[in-house]
């Protein structure tokens, strides 16, 4: 083996052709590599012609990068059974550097001693006190080769791979393995502190902008449709509405007046964070019902009642979507329940029944009843506003062509799935029937429904779906959800 001249050939080959955008798989790795294997190879008591063989893999293990970073180990092979004969080589030691070669493709799968070798040399700076250094460079070839673009995803994609990496030889398990959990806890705090001060940064604009524009609906709704047609509506806000209707009272301080209180109780029962927004949304809503003027827009009850309702939900419900709330009334009701036997919904509802029948008495049974039709619009507009048009939707399907449809449901439609392992048949007649199926469960947007159900009946014309309303997810790959 004439290693010496190989290795001028190799080097040589590296310095002059490889890409300006491989900063990390350069001549200098390769050079690290077979020093880095020349080390481990001394400590664990190599004999010199395994020496040589192991560096030699060392040495073109990523020559395949000269052509691309796809499948390098597979071209390496292919440059080492090509070259390494006019360089008296073996064909059985071509076969052996080649084992070794395609035993450093992620992910690692060493077979012999050799191989561990060269692994550990291979991914040597996981343990090196220069991680950073090399890491850096590592960024750079994978964001210049459009591998990765953004330093958060660099971190996610280190800190996964730091997880399930593990060294073979007893050299680098004694040598590496505790500078490298300790690289491991530097990345997981520098990912921490990129990624939440990037998340709380847009959270904070986002909940700044959705309580603006709430509270800016919500005041609209009831100065140009509910307070000049003397319409009310439920909780704080129809209590604020009545009183100011029967005393001709500011409404502005009227609803801060009645929600204060109950902001008070939400600091303690609810969070100090949730009781903040809330405070400070409801003295913004006072203030926009003080300043803005009244719009006289229609007299048309039923547009009133109905319209007047959806633009107050649109506006209560931004207000949630931030973690906030316009109305205490279900903080009344939460405070309530623990006093009584009963629910949040029965509380609130009572104490509805007695704004409106008091409406009633006081302005007449159509005011009452057109109020309560405001007090619906504005209801169901809340869930739409809060669920979104995004909805979630749990969907289970059971179909003897599940392989095809998992594989549609993750690649094409683009959602993670659970897959149970179950049994299809009982059918009548035919109790004593059945067969091993899988269960498929995945979580969808409403949206995503009528694309779904194509797609798995274009696979499986019979596949059993059955759907239903899921009112709270986190997690996996969905959107999470703003949380009080």
């Known amino acids: 083996m004439d290693y010496e001249k190989l290795y001028s050939f190799v080097i040589s080959k590296l310095e002059a052709e490889i890409d300006q955008n491989i900063s990390y798989h350069n001549v200098h790795h390769t050079l690290k590599v077979i020093e880095n294997a020349s080390h481990i190879a001394h400590k664990e008591n190599i004999s010199e012609h395994e020496t040589i063989l192991l560096k030699t893999a060392a040495l073109l293990h990523d020559i395949g990068f000269l052509e691309t970073h796809l499948n390098h180990e597979e071209l390496g092979c292919i440059f080492a059974k090509k070259n390494l004969v006019n360089f008296n080589y073996s064909n059985q030691e071509i076969n052996q550097i080649c084992d070794m070669i395609m035993a450093t493709k992620i992910p690692q799968s060493p077979k012999n001693n050799l191989s561990e070798i060269l692994c550990d040399a291979d991914l040597f700076y996981l343990g090196d006190e220069q991680y ?13 080769n459009r591998i990765l673009s953004t330093k958060e995803d660099w971190f996610k994609r280190q800190i996964d791979f730091l997880n399930t990496h593990t060294f073979f030889t007893k050299t680098a398990k004694e040598n590496l393995e505790v500078k490298k959990q300790e690289n491991k806890i530097q990345l997981e705090n520098n990912w921490y502190h990129t990624h939440h001060r990037k998340t709380n940064l847009i959270e904070i604009f986002q909940n700044t902008l959705s309580v603006i524009l709430g509270v800016i609906i919500a005041a609209f709704s009831l100065k140009s449709f509910l307070v000049p047609n003397h319409f009310f509506d ?13 005393y001709h009272l500011n409404l502005a301080l009227l609803i801060v007046f009645f929600n204060l209180p109950l902001i008070i109780i939400s600091y303690y029962s609810v969070g100090k964070r949730f009781a903040t927004r809330t405070f400070l949304s409801v003295i913004f809503l006072g203030t926009c019902l003080w300043l803005l003027p009244s719009a006289d827009i229609t007299h048309d009850k039923l547009i009133v009642s109905i319209f007047g309702g959806v633009f107050l939900g649109i ?30 919904s029965e509380i609130i509802l009572g104490i509805n029944v007695i704004i409106f029948g008091i409406a009633a008495l006081k302005f007449g049974i159509e005011t009452s009843l057109y109020s309560a039709l405001t007090y619906f619009a504005a209801t169901r507009t809340i869930d739409y506003v809060v669920e ?10 059971i179909s003897g062509k599940s392989e095809e449809i998992k594989f549609q449901l993750v690649n094409e439609l683009g959602r993670g799935i659970t897959v149970y392992n179950g049994e299809r048949g009982f059918l009548p007649g035919k109790f004593d029937v059945s067969t091993k199926c899988e269960i498929i469960f995945t979580v969808i947007t409403r949206l995503e429904m009528r694309k779904l159900k194509n797609l798995v009946y274009d696979i499986d014309p019979k596949a059993f779906v059955f759907a239903n309303t899921i009112k709270e997810a986190s997690g996996g790959i969905i959107k999470n959800r703003v949380k009080h």
């Open 234 to 246: 439920g909780g704080i806000t129809g209590i604020s509405l009545l009183v100011h209707e029967l």
């Open 315 to 344: 506006g209560i419900g931004l207000v949630m979507r931030a973690g906030a709330a316009l109305d205490g009334i279900e903080v009344l009701a939460l405070y309530t329940l623990k006093k009584t036997s009963f629910t949040i």
């Open 132 to 144: 950073e250094f090399y890491a850096d460079k590592l960024f750079l070839e994978f964001q210049k």
């Open 388 to 397: 979104g048009i995004q909805a979630y939707t749990g969907v289970t399907i």
